[in-house]
């Protein structure tokens, strides 16, 4: 059967040659399974482990985010297909591809990488950690001495934690909670007859358990020498003090992946703040997806656990101890900086300190201003929202908050705005996946101190990044905003690649008013004059922007797009990029994670890049660039290309209009990312990624690099 591809480039024989049949752009094969594209990105995260140029505690937090990304890959996309199957959906995705098939091909395709990422772990980096003074030992290594601090540390800390549960006729299997480390237990009495039970592991206790700190010489300095043992293993080696007058005959650990996918129903829920704090109780007892075991689990113990757990052998996941990756990360607490990245100070654009002027929002009416986070500092952000709080000519401030994080100086500004006798409104979207917990403790919070709190609409997510502040000023009302494609998370701006925009342009500011009148009342306004607005107009304006695009083309304009996401999944997008990049518009795609596009066919893509970036910080901009016959366009914001994002979610993309601006995140910022050779990835047409190198004569160049050393050198 021939390809979309092949079909395109068909030829006839004849004399007469008749022209080519046109592409079908929705053939199966011109699209990419979105969940094993994912599973790409997890592969291109663990070459990061992998990779010895990156300094080692690093590695090793790479290899813990892999953890963390699988655990998280199958408490909501596993999930999701798993209940697809058992609803008989029969429905294919864009490639093809029905939810029984993907499971066989996720199963495949996880156990290679998890195979990998246990191979990195014991060839390569434990014994890199080794050689630098930091060594985890197993139990049955211990000398003497240590094994006297372990039993002690087990007796003080570890064993009033401790609860077994049995599992016999009169007690019934204990409910096993997610993401928890077990241990599997076969016990037998003074009769002889065999027993089974479950000890958790608790996580109120770090993973490791410290031996002792020494003084060793290497390299002519002192280093610091840090020995651990899994605490699982302590556990194991000290059951007989659970299990009095019995005899341990075995125990082994296993972990458990629950479906953490909420379902809420909104439209039947009088109170949304209780349905998301039931969804979240239950969270914790939904049914068992993945259980992890170690490689030398004896099959009689693993078939009480399926059996009990109600699983089939696809769930089964067996790997080399340890299970749960993710715990990797307590080594990366561990104070070693020549272990890590340099840390570096954000900077502060010139605009904030050129001037004289200490009022920011004098600042801002001369001009908008941009920042590029984690290479600018976050702290402008929350200078404007605290000083907002305190001016007495502020009327009101007006928030849309996703993630926040916990102890957080935005919600201080807010409460002390209150105090101050300003009008303050948020939105709170308490379905944000996995902070719905937090959100509802400080949404509960602001409501207590007479914030008025929204918790957006029904049936929609709301995704985008907006503040505003209203301000009398010389008898008139100026609105100031920040928009941006992050969230209001002091902590994750460091971690993640983020811009926002300081502005009081007057439009922008109609705009949101607008668009905060849709979030907390009720508006049917479609014609917002700057904004693209999902699901009002941005799906409509975007498309109508990529078709400008190809008209711009076919005229000699020339065309050329740059589009920076997330992720690129929807599919009438796909085609119409597929349809630019036939009229010869040149196409650059820098996609982190999911896409689901293939570029480089001849006849229908081969206009078409496709790059990602894994480096130290999360890639997380979205950055929109039209060339637009010269007359240049860029588009900031929260939304990915996705049916999600641009169908069933509040999104906002906002535009840059200042020319100097334009210029820099064409040039500086974009054009540094499709420079990178080091820490990016080109896609090939198959889906597979292939890492960009210097050539001959050509500088290495990291792009987040770039961008920390080119804020260094342009602010104060």
Request: a negative charge.
């Amino acid at each position: 059967m021939s390809t979309a591809a092949e079909r395109v480039q068909a030829e006839t024989t004849d004399d007469q040659a008749a022209p080519a049949p046109a592409a079908d752009l929705g053939a199966r094969d011109l699209y990419l399974n979105r969940e094993l594209s994912l599973l790409a990105f997890q592969r291109r995260v663990l070459e990061e482990a992998e990779d010895e140029t990156n300094p080692l505690l690093d590695r090793v937090k790479f290899l813990a985010i892999l953890g963390s990304n699988i655990d998280e890959f199958f408490m909501v996309r596993v999930s999701g297909l798993l209940d697809q199957v058992d609803a008989g959906i029969v429905e294919v995705g864009a490639d093809g591809m029905g939810p029984p098939a993907q499971l066989v091909t996720v199963r495949r395709e996880v156990k290679k990488l998890l195979a990998d990422a246990h191979k990195c772990l014991s060839g390569n980096l434990l014994p890199a950690l080794e050689a630098a003074g930091i060594q985890i030992l197993d139990y049955p290594a211990l000398n003497s001495a240590q094994l006297s601090l372990v039993n002690t540390y087990f007796a003080e800390s570890i064993f009033p934690v401790l609860t077994p549960l049995a599992f016999d006729p009169g007690r019934p299997f204990p409910h096993i909670s997610n993401l928890s480390l077990n241990l599997a237990v076969l016990i037998r009495d003074n009769k002889g007859v065999e027993h089974f039970a479950r000890v958790k592991v608790p996580d109120s206790l770090p993973p490791f358990v410290a031996l002792r700190a020494k003084k060793k010489l290497k390299r002519h300095r002192l280093q610091e020498s840090e020995e651990f043992v899994w605490i699982e293993q302590v556990i194991a080696a000290n059951l007989s003090a659970l299990f009095r007058g019995m005899e341990i005959i075995e125990a082994h650990a296993f972990h458990v992946t629950r479906d953490a996918d909420i379902e809420i129903q909104e439209l039947e829920a009088e109170d949304l703040l209780e349905s998301i704090e039931e969804g979240i109780r239950q969270r914790r007892f939904g049914r068992v997806i993945r259980l992890e075991v170690g490689d030398d689990m004896p099959a009689h113990i693993l078939e009480i656990l399926m059996s009990n757990l109600e699983i089939d052998s696809s769930q089964v996941y067996r790997v080399k101890s340890p299970l749960s990756l993710s715990r990797l990360m307590h080594l990366y607490s561990l104070e070693r900086p020549d272990l890590k990245d340099a840390p570096f100070p954000p900077a502060v654009p010139r605009a904030l300190t050129d001037s004289d002027d200490e009022d920011l929002f004098a600042l801002v009416r001369r001009q908008n201003i941009l920042l590029h986070h984690p290479f600018d500092s976050f702290q402008p952000v929350v200078d404007f929202i605290s000083k907002a709080a305190r001016d007495p000519n502020v009327l009101a401030i007006k928030m849309v908050l996703y993630r926040i994080g916990r102890n957080s100086p935005i919600l201080e500004a807010l409460m002390e705005a209150l105090e101050n006798g300003k009008q303050v409104a948020v939105l709170v979207e308490l379905k944000a996946r996995f902070d719905e917990e937090s959100n509802i403790e400080w949404a509960r919070a602001l409501e207590k101190q007479g914030v008025h709190v929204v918790y957006g609409l029904v049936g929609l997510k709301t995704h985008c990044k907006v503040t505003m502040v209203v301000r009398r000023e010389e008898g008139a009302i100026r609105r100031y905003l920040h928009l941006a494609t992050g969230n209001y998370n002091v902590v994750t701006s460091r971690l993640y690649t983020d811009i926002g925009m300081l502005t009081s342009d007057e439009e922008l500011g109609a705009d949101v008013t607008d668009l905060f009148n849709y979030l907390t009342g009720y508006s049917a306004k479609r014609n917002y004059a700057k904004l693209l607005v999902s699901p009002v107009n941005l799906r409509e304006r975007f498309e109508a922007l990529i078709h400008r695009e190809i008209d711009h083309q076919t005229q000699g304009k020339g065309g050329h797009l740059i589009l920076k996401m997330n992720a690129l999944v929807d599919q009438k997008i796909i085609r119409l990029l597929y349809q630019a990049s036939q009229a010869g518009v040149k196409i650059d795609l820098l996609v982190r994670g999911i896409c689901c596009l293939r570029p480089g066919i001849p006849g229908i893509s081969e206009n078409i890049k496709v790059t990602s970036v894994v480096g130290r910080f999360l890639e997380h901009s979205r950055i929109y660039y039209f060339h637009n016959g010269g007359e240049e366009e860029v588009y900031l914001g929260s939304a990915d290309l996705m049916p999600r994002n641009l169908d069933r979610r509040v999104e906002v993309l906002f535009p840059l209009e200042d020319p100097d601006l334009i210029r820099h995140i064409k040039d500086q910022v974009l054009g540094a990312y499709m420079a990178d050779n080091v820490k990016a990835r080109e896609m090939r047409s198959d889906g597979t990624y292939v890492r960009k190198r210097a050539g001959r004569g050509e500088n290495a160049q990291s792009v987040q690099n770039v961008l920390i050393e080119r804020a260094r050198s342009t602010s104060r």
